[in-house]
């Protein structure tokens, strides 16, 4: 049976574009991957280790001859991006990103490739490790991972279904939502979350005595600083992108643990320990979206 | 070969309690294992989980016949069950708890056991599972992990030895340093990110979109939250018993965010940028003490 696709152009070979890769191989979808990356070493690492089969140039090379196309670079170089390979964008072919914002990169597609938006779906797998860079790739990634599409009024649906069936070939759940519900989303879940963790982590390494605390650090630390090791180019595009639901969601937080703070000052035990028992109740309850269908 | 101990005398047969009672025994440091707890039902499920060989009625029963005695019970218990046992304390017994904070446990224990509190070695092992209960309990829970004693001037010296054996016995790595500096080091890296969590938590469950939003959440919210489970009865005591200093880190951490905060709010990408990468720097080659000799 022939694959679904005969050619990936993958522009950012990276964990995500990486991952993609393999993750296509694996599923038999593609014939073969040509890479793109803004780094030679990168394409080069990519292509020993059979994440590519062939490098090109140029994104625009990359995009050449390709009937999917994956955008995996930082949110910011969207629109760089789509400016460089928009000659080539044609109707029949899938063009996804994997970005962490969607408003941004549906405007950036907009303004870009104006009539020809229709071939972009825009996509965020709900995965990703705190390591960076084509090393870490994993054709894996995706698996019993959420991914959401993020398709406006002139995507063409033909390929909104096609980018589905790519994704759960990879090991997705797939959910579709409007690119405004999803960054409002993933401000309150993902987002706030590591500005928090890039807050609390500064104000340690900020004391004098952080060598001696940090030598101290158990599991809790270790789990809830995890995410402090993000890509810090990663980080600076998406907390920028998504600013103003990043900047609403902290400010929420912040009026929750003045509650907390105000409650412990005033020694309040019984109120403190119902604040954590909904808390805790809530959180033992929770099981990650992909997972719950499978429990 | 005897065992070091003849009998443990267990007063709270929960997570930390059971796990100790369990590791003791599997270093065969002890013949056997006298319990009590304020339910009768986990004394039960303790016995008939083999945690201990004998249900003692009261805690002064657990501690009768014992030459190690632990105080397992949440840090707000530490002064009426110091009370309830004083008439047996005597200097030829280790009496040992395992509380997270430690100037109200050693407060408790100047002020209760008076001339005896020389008996007394204040323990915290940096263990635990965002699970309580005996039914968690596990040998391992101390094997690899930091223990913390923090003996005070009347502290009996070769009673402190003799813990510092018991926990090394069960695979801690232990380290010596006062109540003060303990309660100071474990705010900033324990007691603050739980605060934070459950601030976190409590922020999402606050909007109506909660449920959408929990939904969506992925490997990064897993991790950053899974401490907003802790037992909400422990956490009470700890955040309350050692306020001051939680909430001076937390002051600490507002500030922090403030400037994140700011910097979003202005859209300096590059300042952002730099924010991260030291944060992300640091916390990618931190590795956990108890961990790093053997790495």
Not at 96 to 114: E, F, I, N, P
Not at 182 to 207: E, R
Request: aromatic letters at 6%; hydrophobic letters at 50%; proline letters at 4%.
């Amino acid at each position: 049976m022939a694959a679904m696709f005969k050619q990936l152009g993958l522009i950012g070979c990276g964990l995500m574009g990486g991952s993609f890769a393999l993750a296509l191989k694996q599923a038999g979808l593609v014939e073969r991957v040509i890479g793109y990356s803004k780094s030679p070493s990168t394409t080069e690492k990519a292509k020993q280790m059979g994440v590519i089969d062939q490098v090109a140039e140029s994104a625009l090379l990359a995009v050449s001859g390709a009937d999917i196309v994956l955008l995996a670079v930082p949110v910011a170089a969207t629109d760089s991006t789509l400016r460089a390979i928009r000659h080539l964008v044609a109707p029949n072919v899938l063009f996804m990103d994997v970005g962490s914002t969607k408003r941004d990169v549906v405007d950036a597609a907009r303004r870009v490739l104006k009539d020809k938006v229709g071939a972009f779906v825009p996509a965020h797998p709900i995965a990703g490790k705190e390591l960076s860079g084509v090393q870490h790739a994993d054709a894996l990634l995706f698996k019993d991972r959420l991914t959401i599409l993020t398709p406006i009024t002139q995507t063409d649906p033909e390929l909104v279904e096609k980018a589905r069936l790519v994704w759960v070939a990879m090991g997705s759940d797939v959910r579709v939502m409007t690119p405004e519900a999803h960054d409002a989303a993933f401000a309150a879940v993902s987002h706030l979350p590591h500005l928090l963790a890039f807050a609390y982590f500064t104000g340690i390494l900020q004391q004098k005595e952080s060598e001696q605390f940090l030598a101290l650090a158990g599991p809790g630390f270790r789990d809830f600083t995890r995410i402090a090791a993000s890509d810090p180019a990663i980080w600076r595009d998406i907390l920028i992108a998504n600013r103003e639901e990043v900047l609403k969601q902290s400010e929420r937080f912040r009026g929750a643990l003045q509650v907390l703070e105000q409650v412990l000052a005033d020694c309040k035990g019984e109120s403190l320990e119902a604040l954590v028992r909904g808390v805790s109740q809530a959180r033992s309850h929770w099981r990650m979206g992909a997972l719950t269908r499978h429990q």
